[in-house]
Structures are given as structure tokens and as C-alpha cells.
């Protein structure tokens, strides 16, 4: 076990090291010269060697990657050259709250409808309801996020009144002020996540609802409800665990749109907001701390799955 | 292991793939499948034939602003005056090409890369997994946005960054499923016979390996669209006097109280091709018996 969990994490460390080289060649690939273009928007064209000698680009190619590496390794990721020049650590640790607290309610409230939709679909095989669960599943993986996302403030802010179109309110402010302005958020990035898992659901529920050892439980004359819940759920979930993965994937991408809806000041609507103003150490930071977030919790997701089922391990 | 697999060609040649029955008369058994092709053959009409089929010019601001949908504007017009029935016409057209062209570019050059890697092992493989492995770092969406970061916005760099986005999904099926086939007899005998590395790889394995591959196409085509939907929305997509369906809801959303068919109608045509795109996928999956692609 722990050669797997040092060999996973060493892994995982040098997909971050190749990342980090990655965006510092990119930008550097970069058409024409960004900080002039920047200084040219802002109206300012005489700064333009003052602000190459600041952030460095005046220096050798490998001294500016040495001290890249150095100091992201610190999560020193230099200052904003766009507006007051803020520390980009400042903005990242202001925004990753808003992106995590999104990021995890999404999936709280998903798996909350999944759950019980791909149990009730399985266990209802090519019923109405089993049709239901399929065809609602079908149209959240469908639906644009962004797009429910202005639907749901149409019908629940701006018609219904019940909760705030744009804004976040952190925890500390009490839980309901954040949850009512998290909670259409929430559900614009969960739903398309949600369709997948109860689709994973059902078909795993199918599967070993067709093992031998349920029909064996079922000749014991155990309840249909323990069969289900004690005997077939436990085993359905195992193959679920494999999707909280591609989970992490649509939450980032569906953090990074939706909250650029509803004014969320996330590391998503950092990271449009920095292309957008050209403002490259933001998108710089802003980047390597969202595949940061995405490789860690895989490599956890990875290690979680190795323990529950240990064939995972023993086969790579 | 697919089911083709086990029919060994007498000839050492690569297997015939047949089935019990055609694709054509399964679609008419899946009505999901077949809402699916009729939808999306509908989408595709209107997308080749957009300029007879538009009532009016989609960039003229000749109209009043903000008709609600009526005889004359069936779904309205636009905060500018513009008929919203021809924007989106034309934005199918936009959506369709960058579905379609993303998903051709990261089939081709994704599966010569996984079955290269697959076939070739050794130091090939090895570059090529890390790269993937590198690639696996970002959510594919985010891969994209990147890259429009970097290369600037536009129709030519977003389908550019949409296709690298998807390569390496293409390239880690295309290699699983060589690891499989190079080890089938009919490999073998096809080297014993003397084929070259690349008649083998493209005579024998890749038709053995097409099914996964066109399930994940399917799946990644419906991505694709709601990728360039959300770079567009997100004002990273092609230029804005082009109308794209995420153009004209980023431009409607400050609209929407006041004109309700501008965040309803481009919304549901995104909505109904990626749908009928899934259906579709879903009969595919099915009738090819694929398992191994998962949903995105």
C-alpha cells in the first residue's frame, strides 16, 4: 500500500513540475508582446521597459524559468499588472473559498439526486419511472450550463424573488445568506454531473442485481429492502467511485462558466477575467491552482479507490 | 474485449465485421436513437442551407427592438433590432463545423498517436503516455480555455484549442485498444506473413479498434459544441459580429427580464442538437457494445 500511495504521489508531483514548465513556455508563445499590448489598452506605452525590468522579462530565458519554478513552488506567483497591482496569491486565496464552497455543494446537492434517481430507475427497470430517471438524465447532460444557470435565475430571482441573482456571501456570515446565494449556482454546475452518476448508478445496480449472490440472498428470504440496501448498494457503488474523477473535471470547467453567471468571485471568473484584462500572472496562477486542485483530488480519489478495492493496486 | 475480436479471418486478413442486423433498422427499434437522427439531420439541413432558409439577414439591425416572437419574427428580435430565428440559422452553422471539424482533427491525429504508442511500445510509448499524462493534468474545458488564452480568440484558434483538448481522450482509447488486438492471432499471422508495421496497423488493427472510437466521437462531438458554446458565451470564441449560439446569449443576458425569448430560444437550440447527439451516441453505444467510453 504505501509503495502504491508513494509511487501515486511522486506521480502526481511531476505532472505538476511539467505543468508548471508548461505554462511558463506557453506564455512565452504568446503573439507579439503581451505587456506592451497590456499597456497600450491601459494608456500607458512608456511603462513598458519599467514593467519588464519589475516582472523580470528582461532576464535570460533560464534565469525566469529558475525563478518561476521558485517561487510558484512558494505560491509566490508575482503581482497583477492590471488595475492596483494586487499580490496574485491575494486574489488566488480570496477566490479558491468561493470556488471550493461552490465546487463542493455542487457535488453534495448531485450526488443527493442521483442517488435515490439511479436506485429508483434500477430497481424499476423499463417502468415509467426508469424512463423518467433516463430521460431527465439525458437533458442535464444537454443543457449548457451557463444556460441553466440563466434559466434558474429567471424563474427562482428575478420572477420568484425566492433567492439573490448574482453575489457570495461567505460561511462565516451564517449558513443561510450562503447557502441562498450558492444554491442556483450549485445546481447549474451539479446537474450535468448528477445525470452521470445516476446513469452510473443504475447500470452498476443492473449488474449486480444479476449476480449469484443476490439470487442466494433472495433464496435466504432476506426483505427486497435489505437486498437492496445492504446486499446490492454497497457493491453498485464501488464502479461509481471511478466517476468522482471525471466529477472533479465538470465542476472545475462548470465553476469556471457558471460562476462568471452569477458574479461568484471565484478562481473561475479570476481566470476569465485575467485573459480577458491580459493580465498574465493572474491567468498564470490562476491555471496552475486549478490543475493543482484537479491532480491532487484524483491522486485522493485515486488512493480512496485502491483502499476500497484492493485489485486496483495489485494489477498496475 | 470487443466481440469482433474472436472472428479470426482464415487469411490472417483482418476479420469481416458483421452484424445480425443494420444500424438503420435499429435506429427504427430506438426511438431515442431515432429522435436523435432526425433532429440533428434537421440541424444539418438548416446549417447547409442557411441563407435560403434565414427570413432575414442575421447581422441587419432593420427591425424594432425587441419584438416579442410574432407572425413576422417567429422567435422575436434582439436588443438591436436583429431577427433572433436568423441569428440562430446561422449559429447552427458555426456549432455544427466546430463539432464536427474539432472531433475530426483530434480522431486523426489522437488515434495514429495511441495506436503508434500502443503498437510501438518502448520509448515511443513512453513519450507519448506522458504527454497524455501531462494532458490529463486539466479538465479538457479548461485545456481549451487556456489556449484561447494564450493564441488569442477566433474561429480558427478555438477549433485549434478544442481539438488539443480532446487528442488525448482519442489517444488513450485508440492505445487500449491495440494493447488488446496486437496480441490476436490474426496479428500474428498477418506479421508472420510479412506486412509492414503500418499496413498491420492500418489494415488490421484499426479496424478492429473502430467501434470505441466512434462511440467517444459521438460523445466528444456533443462536448465540443458545448465547449464552443461556453468559450463563446464567455466571450473567448470567434469574433463577435459572427452570431453564435453562446454569442447571442452572453449578448441577451442583460436582456432577459425584459425579453425572455432572448435567454430561451438559442438555449434550446443548443440544447436539442447536443441532445439528439447523446441519443444518438447512446444507440451507437448500444448497438456496437461498447463499454469502454464513459460519459465525457
Known amino acids: 500500500m504505501s509503495r502504491y500511495l508513494i509511487r501515486r504521489t511522486l506521480g502526481a508531483l511531476i505532472v505538476m513540475f511539467a505543468v508548471a514548465t508548461l505554462v511558463f513556455i506557453m506564455l512565452r508563445l504568446v503573439p507579439g508582446d503581451p505587456i506592451a499590448a497590456m499597456l497600450f489598452d491601459a494608456g500607458d506605452p512608456d511603462a513598458v521597459d519599467e514593467i519588464r525590468a519589475k516582472l523580470g522579462l528582461d532576464q535570460p530565458m ?27 496569491s491575494r486574489l488566488i486565496m480570496e477566490a479558491l473559498p468561493r470556488t471550493l464552497s461552490l465546487a463542493s455543494l455542487s457535488f453534495v446537492i448531485a450526488i443527493i439526486i442521483a442517488i435515490p434517481a439511479g436506485l429508483i430507475a434500477a430497481t424499476h427497470r423499463n417502468t415509467s419511472a426508469d424512463y423518467a430517471v433516463t430521460f431527465v438524465a439525458f437533458i442535464g447532460l444537454s443543457m449548457p450550463d451557463f444556460w441553466l444557470a440563466i434559466l434558474l435565475i429567471i424563474v427562482f430571482a428575478a420572477n420568484l424573488h425566492w433567492m439573490p441573482a448574482i453575489g457570495y456571501v461567505p460561511l462565516a456570515e451564517g449558513f443561510w445568506p450562503w447557502l441562498s446565494h450558492l444554491i442556483l449556482p450549485a445546481i447549474a454546475v451539479g446537474t450535468a454531473f448528477s445525470a452521470i452518476v445516476a446513469r452510473m448508478i443504475r447500470s452498476s445496480m443492473l449488474e449486480v442485481l444479476n449476480m449469484e449472490y443476490m439470487r442466494v440472498a433472495r433464496s435466504k428470504g432476506l426483505s427486497e429492502i435489505t437486498l437492496i440496501w445492504s446486499h446490492a448498494f454497497p457493491n453498485a457503488l464501488i464502479p461509481v467511485v471511478t466517476v468522482i474523477g471525471i466529477a472533479f473535471a465538470l465542476l472545475m470547467s462548470g465553476a469556471v462558466v457558471v460562476e462568471n453567471v452569477f458574479a461568484i468571485k471565484g478562481l473561475g471568473r479570476l481566470l476569465i477575467q485575467g485573459i480577458l484584462n491580459r493580465d498574465y500572472p493572474v491567468v498564470q496562477g490562476a491555471i496552475l491552482v486549478v490543475s493543482a486542485i484537479f491532480v491532487f483530488s484524483n491522486l485522493l480519489v485515486d488512493v480512496l479507490y485502491s483502499v476500497i478495492d484492493p485489485r486496483v493496486r495489485l494489477q498496475s | 474485449m470487443t466481440k469482433y475480436a474472436n472472428v479470426l479471418g482464415a487469411d490472417g486478413d483482418s476479420p469481416p465485421i458483421s452484424h445480425k442486423s443494420s444500424f438503420a433498422s435499429v435506429i427504427f427499434r430506438d426511438k431515442k436513437a431515432l429522435f436523435g437522427t432526425i433532429v440533428l439531420a434537421v440541424f ?48 447552427t452553422q458555426i456549432s455544427l463545423l466546430v463539432g464536427v471539424s474539432t472531433v475530426t482533427i483530434a480522431l486523426v491525429f489522437g488515434v495514429a498517436m495511441g495506436i503508434a504508442a500502443g503498437y510501438y511500445g518502448g520509448w515511443i510509448d513512453m513519450i507519448i503516455m506522458r504527454y497524455i499524462d501531462l494532458q490529463w493534468a486539466f479538465p479538457n474545458f479548461i485545456i481549451a480555455v487556456y489556449l484561447v488564452a494564450v493564441f488569442g480568440a477566433g474561429l480558427l484558434n478555438v477549433i ?103 435567454g430561451i430560444f438559442p438555449g434550446v437550440a443548443i440544447m436539442l442538437t447536443v441532445l439528439s447527439i447523446n441519443f444518438l451516441g447512446d444507440g451507437l453505444r448500444d448497438y456496437l457494445d461498447v463499454r469502454e467510453v464513459k460519459d465525457i
Open chain 1, 62 to 88: 533560464y534565469v525566469q524559468y529558475v525563478k518561476w519554478l521558485w517561487f510558484a513552488l512558494h505560491g509566490d506567483f508575482g503581482q497583477s499588472i492590471y488595475g492596483s497591482r494586487i499580490e496574485v
Open chain 2, 44 to 91: 444539418v439541413f438548416v446549417a447547409l442551407f442557411a441563407p435560403w432558409i434565414a427570413p432575414y439577414d442575421p447581422t441587419a439591425m432593420d427591425f424594432d427592438m425587441m419584438i416579442p416572437p410574432s407572425f413576422e419574427f417567429p422567435l422575436g428580435t434582439d436588443d438591436l433590432g436583429r431577427d433572433l430565428l436568423s441569428r440562430i440559422i446561422y449559429g
Open chain 2, 160 to 262: 485549434v484549442a478544442i481539438s488539443l483538448a480532446f487528442l488525448d481522450d482519442f489517444a488513450r482509447i485508440a492505445r487500449s485498444m491495440v494493447l488488446t488486438i496486437k496480441e490476436e492471432q490474426y496479428v500474428s499471422a498477418a506479421r508472420v506473413s510479412g506486412a509492414s508495421d503500418f499496413r498491420i496497423m492500418w489494415r488490421h488493427i484499426l479496424p478492429n479498434a473502430v467501434a470505441p472510437i466512434i462511440v467517444q466521437a459521438t460523445v466528444s462531438v456533443s462536448y465540443a459544441i458545448l465547449g464552443e458554446a461556453s468559450l463563446s458565451f464567455l466571450g473567448l470564441g470567434v469574433e463577435s459580429e459572427t452570431p453564435t449560439w453562446g454569442l447571442i446569449l452572453a449578448d441577451a443576458r442583460s436582456f432577459i427580464s425584459r425579453a425572455w425569448w432572448l
